[in-house]
């Protein structure tokens, strides 16, 4: 056993020995290997496997995530919603889905992607067939100010077509989508905290995006050689959500950070070696952590240092090595960690970053301050900035924290969380073998990806739960057939030891998620009239109005009719209908369904919504409520007459 | 305080004196206050509401919805996934939700209508586009072998395009999808126990479906004359999913039930008026539950005794009142029941079918042995076959059972579900005003309409548990903007007082449910190769094969690579795609997502599934495995590379 594996041992305990690099063959099969070993079999469902099952804080302890009926939830979750497309809304502790926000992929309940003022919002193409139906949502972050969330905005990403979306949080919904240029697999996304020059701007006014892989730029040739391709990292008004700028890097972007006073960003890299098949991407020991000096990228736009790609007007700075290698003007620092990190993560006490290895057992630690000494020629490599490196496990991938010195970080292969303690670890770093930075382990089931503690990622950090996303569930669930469940465990975190409190199944794949406490929120459950310029305020102003071939229906629903009993129109009539719900009262949502025109959609308290169709059958179409709103809610319909 | 009203007073608790028919505007007014009365701001989530707390079943006793980490559910649940067009499984006491299956509406984790196997099942319109991607779906039931679920099937419907989905339960997919001819608002749905003639077939052959909306036949005249307009109760075979045959009706039909000896089926009908506007549909004191005599109908149709409708070929026998005045040749039979009845199920005796009044606070027991008796001519009315109507409280919807005598009907103008003796109110009814058939009754939150018992609809009612789908849920939750979700509670029936465990937020809208024992289920968790014809079972058949401009991908995956790691085409190309997932660990699922083509599909263990696309791009496009699959899942990507 080495030194360095001695040292870690005390930290570890015990299999540290085999927690070395990996070269690729001994990955691909160990990892494969790892889930094969520990999948149990659940194709009979007669025994219960209570492994997990929580061990009592004490004689007394109730489990916090089983609520009272009627008891609230004391925390939000905003979960990505993974292919699903859209942001999931949770109540914390008990893990109880409340809402879906549909964003990237139609939503056939609340007419998204059916209704015009939805497709606006998805994109069309020149026939008005939405551009996208499918979506992989990875990332949910949320608008900052001072450092806590403020309710205004999240945000979540689209990796297949490199879309970004953004969520009102009043109403809970999605206002706009951009699709970013020149990029492809658009995977890391973070808000930053402040103005990097600005203190007066002390929340959020970029949105800053990770492109994943290299592709030519524009991307419309079709060559091999993959020195040609390039990744680009993005940065979006939060407001207008315009693409401000974007960084041509050497190699990719995977996850992204960004620090509390603004001056910078970062990307985790684990493909520095800009490979083009798996083994390629893994062939380095060390990758990266590329930080941004963002007041810099700034001045360089400014002073039009740029050029564009493509269709694209958006100004595209040079982060490349080769154009930065004077820290004192460098837009861009590359901090090298082990081998094909994956996440990175910002400490709550503003002070570091951290990159876990994935492929390496480590996490590395790399404070703040010292990168921007390096932007200021203080020090002569950014690596300098690294203020630990230490084992935590194996496939070390995203990392949580408590508010009071401790990190959480999933270890992938060894199905665990490991809690450990960043001051600690950097002492040990620094060289004292006494520092036990270990503080806990638990298995967690299994094989996690990312995982996040409440107020993790604010100042506010008050490391109550902790959320792990695993990617297998295996025999945790009753079986369902082939496609698992990933499995949501929720762990108390709030004394020394983790205790896992709950199981929930999950359809994957949520990857991220954020936990914050309720009163951060202030949804508003009606909406104003006046915020739909096509609202019909007066059932009497409801008609139907003729003009050529095309035919704009008016209606508004109060329950248990819609204000037209029946309306003709004729057949090939281009027909927009506009619904107008007049019912105010809280939760008294209509439904408005047409048969065999492919319509359905809501309007909620005082919303308008419209839909637009060719009027190409003729015949009886009775027009329903379909969410349910009263006692005669099943009577409530009208009469569409298509006269040939 | 008249007679009746005393009479009722022993089982209902003091308010029965407003419990008289409903005449339209009092209806609309009162049902509509009652809705505004009960709404409590959720404005601020400040505060807790806990008044629908669960009060202990003794001082020792535990919530039984709480399972512990690991700890398996003991009952599967089917439910309606509402506009979600899927059918979701959940697993129960917990309330978890285990995965979805889609049906009508695409899914763009599954790849569903977007794979050409799951398009096949949907159904395209003649540019190879999904025909419909919106569905209403209602109502959830599962195959039956000798009165009990066999785990070979399970169909939901979509009320919006009159079309039914089949599930099957080894494999958790939707197979088949069958549109209803000249239907529209397919409504109720209930498969059969038995054959009426041949003893030997005990389980299910035939799906019976319920046709809401009356339009004319066929329906390509926009004629507003609602003479003209009829509704027609359908029979689909269930194992070709072929429609078998038709029946004329007066009237419309609303929900389903089917007898355990397989002689009868009925619909309740809520607007015998055949009005057109909701004054018009209630304003009859009475309506009807109508039955079908299986036997003798499908004697007709091999008579030749039907008729067609527009390009359908479905025999369509004649169920109306002036066809069928002789019981003794009669194929249908009307039963009266009160005012907008909603909501007819089938006892677990097999004696009888119960009917809800919703516009009259009553509910109407009819024995089925008395149908019986009335096609044979023993009986001069069918209302004699009436042998309870009692009072049950305001809005009664749909009734579940315990096994043990006692039905549970959802009073949705209330928020209640009332427990009531069946037998007691036989007894009530006949006279004996002694009987107390009122047993108990519960607060739900809010105004509740379906709701199911654990193994309620088949002979082995288990009387354990009861899961109430409240259409609101105003202030049992935090507030998540202005869509709510629904509210679904828990609740222990297996003592004498029904005891509120949990409370569960559901996405709009569920309608209705199945909960069974989790040993009537033994799902599959791997694929066989076998069963998929474009399987390309050795990597090595990997390639490209191009056939002027259409060209076949075949490609295989094991984690974490794809077979080919980059393939060409050219532009303008037609590519079929054809992806066999090798990796046959359980749970060992990957992704396929095509960037800016619209593609993402899953392949679980063993499946086999393609995609076909024009490439219409020119440029490089990292195909990528999308759903979690390896520590190298990241970098398990293919490129294609379309050449211009």
């Given at each position: 056993m080495s030194e360095q594996d001695k040292k870690n041992e005390s930290n570890g305990g015990g299999v540290l020995a085999r927690r070395r690099f990996m070269n690729s063959a001994a990955l691909a099969g160990l990892s494969l290997g790892a889930i094969a070993c520990t999948d149990k079999s659940?194709?009979?469902?007669a025994a219960p496997a209570a492994s997990g099952a929580a061990p009592a804080h004490g004689a007394a302890a109730a489990n916090a995530s089983h609520l009272k009926p009627g008891e609230l939830d004391t925390y939000y979750g905003l979960w990505s919603g993974g292919h699903t497309g859209d942001m999931r809304v949770l109540g914390l502790p008990s893990g109880r889905e409340i809402t879906r926000i549909p964003c990237f992929v139609p939503d056939a309940l609340v007419g998204w992607g059916i209704t015009n003022e939805s497709k606006k919002v998805m994109g069309t193409k020149a026939d008005g067939?939405?551009?996208?139906?499918?979506a992989d949502t990875h990332h949910t972050h949320a608008s900052y100010k001072d450092g806590n969330y403020d309710g205004r905005y999240a945000w979540i990403n689209d990796k297949i077509n490199s879309r970004i979306a953004r969520i009102r949080l009043d109403y809970f919904v999605c206002d706009k989508i951009t699709e970013l240029p020149n990029v492809q697999g658009f995977h890391g996304i973070f808000p930053d905290k402040a103005d990097p020059v600005d203190?007066?701007?002390?929340?959020?006014?970029r949105v800053f995006c990770g492109g994943e892989f290299a592709v030519p730029l524009p991307n419309t040739v079709g060559t091999e050689d993959s020195t040609k391709y390039h990744s680009l990292f993005t940065c979006v008004d939060a407001e207008s959500m315009e693409v401000r700028w974007q960084v041509l890097i050497d190699g990719n972007c995977d996850l992204t950070a960004t620090s509390y006073d603004g001056k910078l960003a970062a990307t985790n890299q684990y493909n520095t070696e800009m490979g083009a098949h798996y083994e390629d991407m893994m062939s380095a020991e060390r990758d990266a952590c590329l930080f941004f000096n963002i007041a810099r990228i700034e001045e360089a736009v400014k002073a039009g240092k740029f050029k564009t790609y493509g269709d694209s007007k958006v100004p595209v700075v040079d982060g490349t090595h080769a154009a930065n290698k004077d820290p004192k003007t460098a837009l861009t620092a590359y901090v090298s960690v082990p081998k094909n990190p994956h996440g990175v993560n910002a400490s709550p006490d503003a002070k570091y970053f951290i990159c876990a290895g994935k492929l390496s057992p480590t996490g590395t630690v790399i404070e703040l301050a010292k990168v921007l000494d390096y932007f200021d020629?203080?020090?002569?490599?950014?690596?300098?900035?690294?203020v630990a490196e230490v084992e935590l496990g194996l496939g070390p991938l995203h990392t949580a924290f408590d508010g009071r010195g401790n990190a959480y970080t999933t270890l992938f292969l060894d199905s665990q969380v490991v809690k450990w303690n960043v001051e600690a670890a950097i002492k040990f770093h620094a060289g004292d073998k006494s520092a036990k930075y270990v503080v806990d382990r638990i298995d967690v089931?299994?094989?996690?990806?990312h995982l996040n503690a409440s107020q993790s990622e604010t100042r506010a950090a008050d490391g109550k739960y902790l959320a792990v996303g695993c990617?297998?569930?295996?025999?945790?669930?009753?079986p369902v057939g082939p496609l698992h469940p990933e499995n949501e465990q929720f762990i108390d975190i709030s004394g020394d030891k983790m205790v896992l409190l709950a199981d929930h199944p999950v359809r994957g794949e949520p990857h991220d998620f954020i936990i914050f406490k309720r009163d951060l929120l202030k949804p508003k459950q009606v909406y104003n009239l006046d915020e739909f310029p096509l609202a019909t305020k007066d059932p009497k102003d409801s008609g139907v109005v003729r003009n050529g071939k095309k035919v704009t229906v008016r209606l508004t629903s109060q329950a248990p009719s819609f204000s037209l009993r029946e309306f003709k129109v004729k057949k090939g009539d281009e027909v927009t209908l506009i619904l107008t719900n007049l019912d105010k009262i809280e939760d008294l949502t209509h439904g408005f369904a047409i048969p065999k025109y492919n319509v359905n959609f809501i309007v909620n308290p005082l919303e308008t919504a419209s839909v637009t169709f060719i009027a190409d059958k003729p015949g009886v179409y009775w027009c329903y409520c379909t969410h349910f709103c009263h006692a005669l809610h099943l009577e409530m319909r009208t009469r569409m007459i298509v006269e040939a």
């Open positions: 659940a194709s009979s469902a067939s939405l551009k996208y139906t499918v203190p007066k701007i002390n929340y959020t006014t020629g203080k020090l002569d490599s950014p690596d300098k900035a690294i089931q299994y094989q996690p990806g990617k297998f569930s295996k025999d945790r669930f009753l």
